[in-house]
């Protein structure tokens, strides 16, 4: 396999002012955890991986080389650290009472505020026999310029099906698109250069509804828009990264890609991950203000 696939043509920069770039990276690590099997918070299908598949992927997020990852799917602090060893990242974690949680890896160099989590992305209740997961919410700071960060894995099911579907769990999914849609709108009042990165599990489009949702209330780059995945042999994108704001201009033309498991085979996505890493990297000005911040 080759190791990237490109984008093509995506925006051009604003602004002058010097500046420096960090690659932003999800990554959907696919019900990543230790727990013996038998396990009630584990499905019975799900396997387990042994300490040469963690070795395996801790050596891809080594070829990732990311300055920040959002992850998802993973079972706590320690099984993350064996992806992302702390000499290397920072870890965070929501506080979720559930398995699949959701986190951001950082390199140390850069300062990091915990925000609140967007526990409102639980629209079934806490007290659900089967809780939906909350989002993470950051702030990132790199010389003078901030970033918030927002952490999303969406509900399943509801892959490309219009917003008037009752079944495929859209009526849940369009809930946490509605509290999404908040989230931004507070993020506009504010005037924050913002990201929502993560695991939707929809096939966005420009002119899919559920991102028409998001962009009535506040323009926003689909930095997937236009193309697929070569993931896995090829599928849709439904891992993306969303820029609003400052954001849309920091966007490096271009920079959208898939890292690829480097001769894997078919057998080995169970002991991987069914989902490849997705990056873009964002050119951060020492001067938001001098280029659209």
């Known amino acids: 396999m080759g190791r990237y696939a490109r984008a093509f043509g995506l925006l051009c920069l604003a602004g002058t002012a010097q500046a420096h770039d960090i690659k932003l990276s999800t990554w959907n690590l696919d019900w ?24 395996r992927l801790a050596a ?23 992806v992302f060893p702390t000499d290397a990242y920072r870890l965070f ?18 300062a990091v505020t915990v925000n609140p989590e967007l526990t409102a992305l639980n629209v079934t209740g806490p007290q659900a026999s089967h809780p939906l997961r909350g989002g ?14 927002l952490v999303v894995h969406l509900k399943t099911g509801c892959w490309d099906q219009p917003l008037t579907q009752k079944a495929y769990s859209c009526p849940t999914l369009r809930q946490q698109f ?5 989230w931004v709108l507070e993020r506009q009042d504010e005037g924050e250069a913002f990201v929502i990165l993560g695991d939707f599990n929809r096939r966005l489009t420009l002119a899919d509804p559920m991102m028409q949702v998001l962009e009535a209330d506040a ?9 697929a995945s070569p993931c896995w042999g090829g599928e849709y994108f439904i891992d993306h990264i969303l820029l609003g704001n400052a954001a849309r201009q920091w966007l490096v033309p ?11 085979k078919e057998e080995d996505r169970a ?8 990056s873009v990297t964002l050119r951060l000005p020492d001067d938001p203000a001098r280029a659209g911040g």
């Open 178 to 182: 509605a509290v999404l849609d908040d």
């Open 60 to 82: 891809y997020a080594r070829r990732l080389n990311a300055d920040v990852v959002a992850f998802q799917e993973v079972d706590g602090p320690a099984v993350a650290r064996r």
């Open 271 to 278: 002991r991987l991950s069914d989902h490849c890493p997705v």
């Open 136 to 149: 993470l919410d950051m702030t990132l700071r790199e010389g003078s310029a901030t970033l918030r960060v």
């Open 93 to 110: 974690l929501t506080d979720d009472p559930v398995s699949q949680r959701v986190g951001l890896a950082v390199r140390g160099d850069i």
């Open 254 to 264: 271009d920079s959208l890609r898939v890292m690829l498991y480097r001769d894997a």
């Open 219 to 227: 323009p926003m780059t689909l930095t997937t828009a236009g193309h």
């Open 32 to 55: 990543l955890t230790v727990r013996p099997a038998g396990d009630p918070a584990i499905p019975p299908d799900v396997g387990r991986r042994t300490d040469q598949d963690f070795a």
